[in-house]
């Protein structure tokens, strides 16, 4: 549970007196109130689930990105593969693009989930397959029972959108190259929970961020890491959400 904010007065209750405050300790109060309000400014407390990478190494991705004033739909997206569509990041989950962790005979979606759950069983006669295991939701913190609620369940998720890519520069680049960025098993694809992924949607940083507050650092890190790969742009405005998001991160030590 998020904890909420607090005043550090309590709450004052129907018909509840409230006894005077000596100059002093209002004096304090009110200092104390102000530097609250600044740590709040400046994204304090730095909090941030375990595993989150430390600042020190994702504020470089942050500083070499490109920065556009805005994103510009570009007509042509399609993204399915069916009869006349134009298919323009290839055919869904290939292991055929020379991605990360391509060419292994197993779709990219097989590969991303026996990665990211655990106590997962492979059947011999379809090793290709995932059966059961658990996930924590990189997102929200959920852990979930693939076992139980079913493999279907959970989505692959790209982190930076294919259609955001599309509309900030992936349009220029030829089929291949596409390809290779919608199945980066390392840096763009993380498995999580069908909910969150269908509200995520094709959402940017200034539209969406993860539901659990400490799992910003992750999700900027994940972010910026695809869009330096490619060299893709991020608008001024996810720059500004991913510049508070990293300030969660732990500090390097």
Same mark, same amino acid.
């Given at each position: 549970m998020t904890p909420q904010p607090r005043t550090g007065f309590g709450d004052l209750g129907p018909g509840r007196i409230v006894p005077p405050?000596?100059?002093?300790?209002?004096?304090?109060a009110v200092a104390a109130t102000l530097v609250l309000c600044l740590v709040v400014e400046l994204g304090e407390p730095r909090t941030s689930a375990p595993g989150s990478p430390a600042r020190d190494r994702v504020a470089p991705l942050l500083?070499?990105?490109?920065?556009?004033?805005?994103?510009?739909?570009?007509?042509?997206?399609?993204?399915?593969?069916s009869g006349s569509s134009a298919c323009v990041f290839g055919p869904a989950w290939s292991d055929t693009t020379g /991605?990360?962790?391509?060419?292994?005979?197993?779709?990219?979606?097989?590969?991303?989930? =026996?990665?990211? &759950?655990?106590?997962?069983?492979?059947d011999p006669d379809t090793p290709c397959t995932v059966h059961g295991g658990i996930l924590t939701d990189p997102y929200t913190g959920r852990v979930v029972d693939a076992g139980r609620s079913g493999i279907r369940g959970i989505h692959v998720d790209h982190v930076f959108p294919l259609s955001a890519a599309w509309d900030l520069g992936a349009w220029r680049w030829p089929p291949q190259r596409?390809?290779?960025?919608?199945?980066?098993?390392?840096?763009?694809?993380? /498995?999580?929970?069908?909910?969150?992924?269908?509200?995520?949607?094709?959402?940017?940083? =200034?539209?969406? &961020?993860?539901?659990?507050?400490?799992?910003h650092c992750f999700y900027a890190a994940r972010y910026l890491t695809a869009a330096a790969a490619y060299d893709l742009p991020v608008t001024a405005a996810d720059h500004a959400v991913l510049d508070t998001a990293i300030r969660r991160c732990p500090r390097g030590g």
């Open positions: 405050t000596a100059p002093r300790a209002l004096g304090l500083a070499v990105v490109e920065v556009v004033p805005d994103r510009v739909p570009v007509p042509g997206y399609e993204r399915d593969c /991605a990360p962790g391509s060419g292994n005979g197993c779709p990219t979606r097989h590969d991303v989930l =026996a990665r990211d &759950l655990i106590g997962t069983t492979v596409r390809a290779a960025f919608a199945n980066d098993v390392d840096r763009n694809l993380v /498995a999580v929970t069908g909910s969150v992924n269908t509200t995520k949607s094709d959402s940017t940083p =200034a539209e969406w &961020l993860p539901p659990d507050p400490t799992r």
